[in-house]
């Protein structure tokens, strides 16, 4: 792409042609921050699950940004005011909600950044784009931060009902298979309307909006924690934090520079241009090659875990609705320390913990209808779904991982 186009087409599977006109726009594309997201699963290990599951954080992004130009003109056309200005600003804020994400989606935030999310990461890649960029990111930033005094602009991009989670749903259900996650993004939108400047929806929407809610409870349970998916990215957790205990005793592990560097320091806290340009070099592929490296290596725990994710060959993992017992968990210990596994290696073998999912939270970026008197109340007070308060309760269940004792 070059900077003087007018115009530019790019060929989605989901919409058919996204456009983008603004020249901004191409610059944030060409850009290596947003490139890298070329090299960033969507869906983390889930493609071990479903093998069409390879999608990239950079096609949803401009997903993103396709629905946030439909929903812009949508508006338009109701009478509601939107600067050309705030129009960029609210696609360069969807564009790079999630510029932020580290190899394979969540892994890394739990195991070499620890505590630094990848929305934080996202906003400090913004601050370091707009002082590149000259200010042109600051109204999108403003947004993206609930600054702006348009409150429904952030909406779109952080609600229960936003663009994310509207192209996420539809996208990751195509390349699943799962058609559990299909939702009608289009009759969404199109009922989408703004009254002082926070974002509702028109009441003959309603239902769109419940299959919406249905779909992403759905979508979470068969798709986002499915099992095989889930103990994949616990093992790549503790793997990632095994190799950085064995750096911190000064072995050398063959992996790339820029993961080497994470590794070896504790960078908790990027708070510098060098180390956030750094960031922007680990991708899926800094990860993948150093399993293939560390499969062969002489460490029992890196060389097995390693080998495991490569082929395949995860736990065991077992989920019901109640914590498992002191007994369970210890029967496993038992058997895999009479097949040789130390007591220090145990937690890469057993372990157990709680997975949950909330389809709507009643109380936090409230979804609200617009009624046909022009009234605007809560979803909650007008669908079925929420009799009972069942559907918006906290759904917890329990894990268990454990390996076969076959070593």
Not at 37 to 59: D, K, N, T
Not at 165 to 179: N, P, Q, W
Not at 210 to 235: C, D, G, N
């Amino acid at each position: 792409m070059k900077n003087n186009q007018k115009l530019t087409l790019l060929n989605d599977p989901i919409y058919g042609f996204i456009h983008i006109h603004e020249p901004i726009i191409f610059k944030l594309l060409e850009h290596p921050f947003f490139q890298r997201l070329r090299r960033i699963s969507q869906m983390g290990l889930s493609s071990l699950v479903y093998p069409g599951a390879r999608h990239s954080r950079f096609e949803h992004a401009l997903g993103c940004v396709h629905l946030m130009q439909k929903t812009i003109s949508i508006l338009r056309t109701k009478g509601i005011a939107i600067t050309d200005e705030e129009s960029i600003g609210m696609q360069i804020a969807i564009l790079l909600h999630d510029i932020g994400h580290g190899p394979f989606s969540h892994a890394m935030e739990n195991s070499i950044v620890e505590g630094v999310h990848h929305e934080s990461l996202s906003l400090k890649f913004m601050n370091a784009l707009n002082n590149e960029f000259e200010g042109q990111l600051t109204l999108a930033i403003s947004i993206f931060q609930n600054q702006y005094k348009r409150k429904f602009m952030y909406q779109l991009v952080s609600g229960q009902i936003d663009l994310d989670r509207m192209d996420y749903l539809k996208r990751d259900s195509f390349y699943t298979a799962a058609t559990e996650g299909n939702i009608n993004s289009e009759r969404i939108i199109t009922m989408f309307n703004v009254v002082d400047d926070q974002l509702v929806i028109e009441e003959k929407g309603m239902h769109s909006v419940e299959k919406f809610l249905i779909a992403r409870r759905l979508m979470y349970w068969q798709v986002y924690l499915h099992k095989t998916s889930l103990v994949a990215e616990l093992l790549l957790e503790r793997l990632l934090k095994h190799a950085r205990i064995l750096t911190s005793k000064g072995e050398v592990l063959k992996t790339s520079n820029s993961l080497s560097y994470f590794l070896n320091r504790d960078s908790n806290d990027i708070n510098s241009l060098d180390l956030l340009k750094r960031f922007a070099l680990l991708d899926d592929y800094d990860i993948v090659s150093s399993l293939k490296e560390w499969q062969n290596h002489s460490d029992f725990v890196l060389s097995d875990l390693s080998s495991r994710i490569l082929n395949r060959n995860l736990l065991k993992i077992r989920i019901q609705n109640n914590p498992f017992t002191q007994k369970q968990i210890n029967e496993k210990i038992e058997l895999l320390s009479s097949a040789g596994i130390k007591e220090s290696d145990m937690g890469n073998y057993v372990f157990t913990g709680e997975i949950s999912n909330q389809a709507y939270v009643p109380d936090i970026k409230t979804i609200m209808i617009l009624t046909k008197s022009g009234e605007v109340n809560s979803l909650q007070r007008h669908s079925e779904l929420f009799v009972g308060n069942s559907f918006s309760n906290m759904e917890s269940k329990f894990y268990l991982c454990f390996a076969k004792p076959i070593f």
